[in-house]
Nanobody
Framework: QVQLVESGGGLVQAGGSLRLSCAASGRTFSVYRMGWFRQAPGKERDFVAAITWSGGATYYADSLKGRFTISRDNAKITVYLEMNSLKPEDTAVYYC??????????????????WGQGTQVTVSS
């Protein structure tokens, strides 16, 4: 089993920034990629960003390119999401996810094997 623990969420004013972290522990001998999704109340869980573990290739939802940046620390098995110029519509629970052996398309939630508990991000106008 793998455990994912997110941190860094909170309340921020529109235009502000937040940095989310997600640390993996447990049976982390194989990590193909890690990603971030978000889910607003009454909506589906949407892809935000992902990063492959060996090459560091990054993927973003088109609407978030330029404002969000994903990065990783291989030694700490931690992935980060830097979020800038935040908007009220970015308000959601943000989830970290881990894909151990290439489970499929990067933007599909079912691709990922493990999920964190989520961290709330609230952007006030």
């Amino acid at each position: 089993q793998v455990q994912l623990v997110e941190s860094g969420g909170g309340l921020v004013q529109a235009g502000g920034s937040l940095r989310l972290s997600c640390a993996a522990s447990g049976r982390t001998f194989s990590v193909y990629r890690m990603g971030w999704f978000r889910q607003a109340p009454g909506k589906e869980r949407d892809f935000v960003a992902a990063i492959t573990w060996s090459g560091g290739a990054t993927y973003y939802a088109d609407s978030l390119k330029g404002r969000f940046t994903i990065s990783r620390d291989n030694a700490k098995i931690t992935v980060y999401l830097e979020m800038n110029s935040l908007k009220p519509e970015d308000t959601a629970v943000y989830y970290c996810a881990l894909d151990q052996y290439y489970g499929g398309l990067v933007e599909r939630p079912r691709t990922y094997d493990y999920w964190g508990q989520g961290t709330q991000v609230t952007v006030s106008s």
